[in-house]
């Protein structure tokens, strides 16, 4: 697609920011009515033993998977000068940082991209939780924490095993990624049906492993189109906080598809909760809500993990996961395997 003449219209940053609108309000509206949120998927398997969450979760990983490495395979997209594949990548960073975003994300009851779905749905616990997790990663970002930070990411990383592409240490070519992610989508499928998971909130599933997939193939595409370089990338959620706060205190001076995103994904979580009727004011006075300060906790530690770890569960999970980089995937576990233990620690029935 030719973004020559929006960019020659509104400039470079602008055009970014508003190919960010448009997928994050795909993602916002597809999250919204699905209730896409990896906690959820993995702790109610755990804990319950229901897979209806975790099928609508597989079914936006492999469908971003398929797509991803089917455009990898046909030459629409290039990863190779990603952060994923350009530069050593931490795995000690993706170890720790994910098992502590996993702990945060059990504690706050829902992950960075869950809760900017939420606060626009009117959760005033989620809007709180938001606004620890923008502080606490941009200090790991840009502030007091990168010492910390930088002591766990040097640890161990990607130059000890010889890289972070999964397949080139499988010895595999592109095509096994593409059945991958075929498989995966057969094995959400057929999880669906046999727990009779909702239709919509599976397709809703899909959509956000589409624009999960849209974001690479609309970075890819501008990175050809543009004078300045242009990081291709796809969607993530700790990394915008930080940098909308940076913009904020002058550290920044122009936007782009971070803050494209941000807004794109609160318009259309809204238009969702409000069309649906789910739109709510909730705060921490209601019965049975933990405390603030766990929430607050929680929040501190996905910040701080979730950059540490180069990405949540969107960032990491799905858009490094779609490329099958073995930090990402390290990562996401870590996540996942994070949430189990503390739910099952704090939050499991009796306790």
Not at 262 to 276: E, F, H, N
Request: with cysteine; glycine share 14%; hydrophobic share 55%.
């Amino acid at each position: 697609m030719d973004f020559v003449p929006l960019i020659d219209a509104v400039g470079e940053p602008s055009t970014a920011m508003i190919g960010g609108i448009a997928l994050g309000a795909v993602f916002g509206l597809a999250a919204q009515r699905s209730r896409f949120c990896t906690r959820s998927a993995i702790i109610e398997a755990v804990r319950d033993g229901d897979l209806r969450a975790f099928a609508v979760w597989l079914a936006g990983f492999a469908t971003a998977l398929l797509c991803v490495q089917a455009m990898l395979d046909i030459g629409e997209l290039s990863v190779t000068e990603t952060r994923f594949f350009s530069s050593v990548q931490s795995l000690s960073g993706a170890l720790i940082g994910g098992l502590l975003f996993g702990v945060g994300m059990a504690l706050t009851r829902g992950c960075v991209s869950r809760l900017v779905v939420l606060g626009a749905s009117g959760n005033l616990r989620a809007v709180f939780c938001l606004a620890v997790v923008t502080l606490a990663g941009w200090a790991t970002f840009a502030g007091a924490l990168i010492p910390l930070r930088d002591s766990i990411a040097g640890l161990w990383t990607t130059a000890s095993i010889g890289g972070n592409d999964l397949l080139a240490h499988a010895g595999l070519g592109r095509t096994a990624g593409m059945v991958a992610g075929g498989a995966l989508l057969g094995a959400a499928v057929a999880l669906a049906l046999v727990t009779r998971a909702s239709g919509w909130r599976f397709f809703g599933g899909v959509v956000v492993g589409l624009a999960l997939a849209g974001g690479w193939w609309f970075t890819w595409q501008l990175s050809q189109q543009v004078f300045d370089p242009v990081q291709v990338e796809s969607l993530s959620f700790i990394r915008p906080f930080a940098t909308t706060l940076m913009l904020a205190i002058g550290s920044l001076s122009d936007t782009g598809l971070d803050q494209g995103l941000l807004i794109g994904t609160v318009a259309g979580a809204a238009i969702g909760a409000l069309a649906s009727g789910e739109f709510r004011i909730a705060t921490f006075s209601e019965p049975g809500v933990p405390s603030i300060w766990r929430y607050a906790a929680g929040a501190a530690l996905m910040g701080f993990g979730g950059i540490l770890a180069v990405g949540c569960t969107v960032g990491a999970g799905l858009t490094g996961g779609s490329v099958l980089a073995v930090s990402s995937l390290t990562a996401l576990a870590a996540m996942m395997a994070g949430a189990a233990a503390t739910d099952r620690i704090v939050d499991a029935p009796g306790k």
